[in-house]
């Protein structure tokens, strides 16, 4: 039995609200969620190599001012601010040596969580599913076109989740196209009235009664 088209209208608006646009908001919360994670550890690693490269040429700077021969530290009777210097050299090579450390560690953790490919998953996703969005059925659309459109709307968008929820983004198709919905919906009505032609009901098609059901009672 067909839906009628205020049947198919209110179930249209229904899963295009709680749906299709929830789904959405999902994709561009995760989004918006992801890439702010990745752009902090991309910023602090940027950070990390920028404060190795800053304590390393600070080190030699002071290295090559007071310790090299005839440098005021160099000498034997070297002032007492040298200590200073001595310690504050082998304090700017501790940092140089740990801080690309910490930086590596940073990009473990990014190859851990997999930002960016995370990102890129939903953006296909989202993008996916505004070409399902793109299906929805509109008010000036003929019964069987409207069938259609509501189908490959509904389908694309329930396709698109699947995909990324199921195979965790790697193929997420795009959604079938409105022609294709069109002609199969041609084709049932081509069968229904192929099958009913002439308004004669096969007679294999009409429903048996049960076997349980009573015999119809003898006349007289």
Known sequence: MQMKRDDMVARAELFDKFALKDQ??????????HRAAARQVNRLRASLSLATGIAAALAGLIVQA???????????????????????VGTLSILAILLPALGAALSTLADLYQW????????????????????????????????ASMRAFAEGALQVMSDETAQWGQSIRTPRQLASYVAEEQRRVEELKSRFAGGVIDQSQRLKPDDDDPPPAANG
């Open 24 to 33: 959405k908001n999902y994709y561009a919360s995760a989004i918006a969620k």
């Open 66 to 88: 007071s310790f090299v021969n005839g440098a005021t530290c160099a000498v034997a009777d070297a002032p007492a601010s040298c200590d200073w210097l001595n310690l504050l």
């Open 116 to 147: 960016d490919r995370l990102i890129a998953i939903y953006e296909t996703a989202k993008l996916n599913m505004e070409e399902a969005d793109a299906l929805s059925p509109l008010e000036a659309m003929s019964d069987l076109t409207y069938r």
